[in-house]
Every structure is written in C-alpha cells, then in structure tokens.
C-alpha cells in the first residue's frame, strides 16, 4: 500500500518554472509505475505524465510535450515533475498517482493519489 503527499506548487509568472514532488511511503514503492496528474476549475482531471517502476521510460501528453519533466528516485521514494516555461492554461490542482494499467495506451487508470498542488500561472 502506498500513500502520497504532493508538494511544490505555488504563483508563479509565465514563462517560470517549478518543481513538483510527490513523497510516498510504503515498502514496494518501486514496484509501480507512477503518473502525475491534473485538474483545473470545472474540468475532469487529466493525465499529464508517467514514468515506469524504474524511471528507464517516460511518457508526456502532448500539452507539456518538451517542456515537462518526469523523474523518479527509488532510494528516496519520491517522484518529480520539473515543469519549465509555464503557461496560464497549466494551472490547476496537480496529483501524482499509482498507475494501474498498462504505460503507453490512454486513458490510464490510476489509484492511491495525494491531497494536491495548487499550480497557478499568471499571464
């Protein structure tokens, strides 16, 4: 069982950039494949990247395409998301989660998510 807390978030201008940390416990972290997530004002949530149990493959929608970033540390149980030229439409509450079907074919299904960062980026 893993449980997740997401942090990092906060106001920033576009064009800035941040970094998100998602911190798990739980004994067989490296066991899953893990995705960040996210949801604005009025809208479902929406996938934004995954990463495999090893942090070897990677995968990103096309909205962050290039200028998001995925990464896992194993030693430290922990998953990042370097976000770099933030735009307005990013906004939102951003999750990490478990990722429980297979990597590569959308729509993910996903469990054990965080409370959320709130991202917002001004124009």
């Known amino acids: 069982q893993v449980q997740l807390v997401e942090s990092g978030g906060g106001l920033v201008q576009a064009g800035d950039s941040l970094r998100l940390s998602c911190a798990a416990s739980?004994?067989?972290?490296?066991?899953?494949?893990m995705g960040w997530f996210r949801q604005a004002p009025g809208k479902e949530r929406e996938y934004v990247a995954a990463?495999?149990?090893?942090?070897?493959?990677?995968y990103y929608a096309d909205s962050v395409k290039g200028r998001f970033t995925i990464a896992r540390d194993n030693t430290k149980n922990t998953v990042l998301l370097q976000m770099n030229s933030l735009k307005p439409e990013d906004t939102a509450v951003y999750y990490c989660?478990?990722?429980?079907?297979?990597?590569?074919?959308?729509?993910?299904?996903?469990?054990?998510w965080g409370q959320g960062t709130q991202v917002t980026v001004s124009s």
């Open positions: 989660a478990v990722i429980t079907s297979p990597l590569g074919y959308l729509p993910y299904k996903f469990d054990s």
């Open positions: 739980g004994r067989t972290f490296s066991t899953y494949a």
């Open positions: 990463i495999n149990r090893s942090g070897s493959t990677t």
